[in-house]
């Protein structure tokens, strides 16, 4: 897996856009860019994938830059249930073997006031 | 509504006394794993399955078994519980063509072992 940088924390003021940056400046060609999330000692949730364009879902936004050494998760309006762990991670996208295994680095504590 | 559910949630239980977590997933998915997180550690693969009756060792498998007879159930069981099997255990799923993308997580388990 490509290696990812993250600021350790973020804050965002409830109702607010959050921005959430992750550098993958040696990703591959054939690597896509994952988030997850963790709210506090609850299971790990999908938030969206991306390969070189932007994908947006229900959840939240995806910018990957044109270089692809960069993106940024957006959560349009966050809010105080989503505060949590955000985890960028950059994998090839096929299936097969250890591919299925989710590994977190250190990830970014967002936290949402009010 | 699709889900992952793992049980029981909290259990404290004595060294050697044998002991099964249950996770049972609605989505019909052919991929199932269990993993332990502890602080500092991170998420940890302990066993996967790629289909019923198709399981195998993640990286911490010592200490567990698994079985998949079912589509649908993925059991861990501690045949001699340790102290150092004290941890957050998360069962996850999602479809054999996805990789990493869309895994779905259950609650999690908190085991005590004293």
């Known amino acids: 897996d490509a290696k990812t940088t993250q600021p350790p924390s973020m804050d965002c003021a409830e109702g607010r856009a959050a921005n959430l940056p992750c550098n993958h400046s040696?990703?591959?060609?054939?690597?896509?860019v994952y988030w997850y999330r963790q709210i506090h000692s609850q299971g790990p949730q999908y938030i969206i994938h991306?390969?070189?364009n932007n994908e947006t879902n229900e959840m939240a936004s995806l910018i990957i830059t044109e270089d692809r050494k960069s993106s940024t998760l957006i959560l349009p309006h966050a809010t105080l249930r989503d505060t949590a762990v955000y985890y960028c991670?950059?994998?090839?996208?096929?299936?097969?073997?250890?591919?299925?295994?989710?590994?977190f680095g250190k990830g970014t504590l967002l936290t949402v006031n009010p | 509504e699709a889900q992952v559910t793992q049980n029981p949630r909290y259990l404290i239980t004595v060294t050697g006394k044998k002991l099964t977590v249950t996770c049972s997933q609605n989505?019909?998915?052919?991929?199932m794993s269990w993993y332990r997180q502890d602080p500092g550690l991170g998420l940890r693969q302990i066993y996967y399955?790629?289909?019923?009756?198709?399981?195998d060792k993640g990286d911490v498998p010592e200490g567990y078994k698994v079985s998949r007879k079912e589509k649908r159930n993925f059991p861990l069981i501690l045949e001699s519980p340790s102290p150092n099997q004290t941890s957050l255990y998360f069962c996850?799923?999602?479809?054999?063509?996805?990789?990493?993308?869309?895994?779905?997580f259950g609650p999690g388990t908190r085991l005590t072992v004293t």
């Open positions: 040696t990703i591959s060609g054939n690597e896509y």
């Open positions: 991306g390969l070189k």
């Open positions: 991670i950059v994998r090839v996208g096929r299936s097969g073997g250890s591919n299925y295994k989710l590994t």
């Open positions: 399955s790629m289909n019923v009756e198709v399981t």
């Open positions: 996850a799923s999602s479809f054999s063509d996805r990789g990493i993308y869309e895994q779905y």
């Open positions: 989505m019909n998915h052919e991929y």
